[in-house]
């Protein structure tokens, strides 16, 4: 069983940062690939990043390249979003989500947090 709880989202300008992070209470969280999804009013969930379980393999949909980074601290059993340069239509509710092998599709995740939004401004 593994639990997640995303943390550091809020309120924020365009052209500012925020960095969530996302808790895993799990004793072998260095044996799951992560993943961050969000999810927009009246739009389906989509894929953000995601890392596979040692850090090293990343993806990125085209929409954040280049902005956004994922990273995680598995002595801390953390995954890190790190948001650069947000745009109004970064605004949704952020999801990670954690699974054994990494995937961009959200119904390959077995294991979901509860959300964190994130509300960019123009």
């Known amino acids: 069983q593994v639990q997640l709880v995303e943390s550091g989202g809020g309120l924020v300008q365009a052209g500012d940062s925020l960095r969530l992070s996302c808790a895993a209470s799990?004793?072998?969280?260095?044996?799951?690939?992560m993943g961050w999804f969000r999810q927009a009013p009246g739009k389906e969930r989509e894929f953000v990043a995601a890392i596979n379980w040692y850090g090293i393999n990343t993806y990125y949909a085209d929409s954040v390249k280049g902005r956004f980074t994922i990273s995680r601290d598995n002595a801390k059993n953390t995954v890190y979003l790190q948001m650069n340069s947000l745009k109004p239509e970064d605004t949704a509710v952020y999801y990670c989500a954690a699974d054994r092998k990494i995937a961009l599709q959200p119904d390959k995740y077995y294991y979901w947090g509860q959300g964190t939004q994130v509300t960019v401004s123009s």
């Open positions: 799990v004793r072998t969280f260095s044996s799951y690939s």
